[in-house]
């Protein structure tokens, strides 16, 4: 899912570029930023649903 955002923000920092856009604060850099941010925590496992299972016994 992260990985999934840094795209949107990586495409819109594009977007921002090439047509010279900027909202105030919302820069392309802004963007950028916030998309290496992104894959830094898909990177290292933040945001991975890993659920397992264990099985009680009975005894």
Known sequence: ???VVAAVLFGLALL???AGISVQVITSSLLVTAGLL???LYFAGVGSRQVTY???TRR
């Open 1 to 3: 899912m992260l990985a």
């Open 16 to 18: 921002f570029e090439l």
């Open 38 to 40: 992104c894959l830094a």
């Open 54 to 56: 264990r099985r009680r």
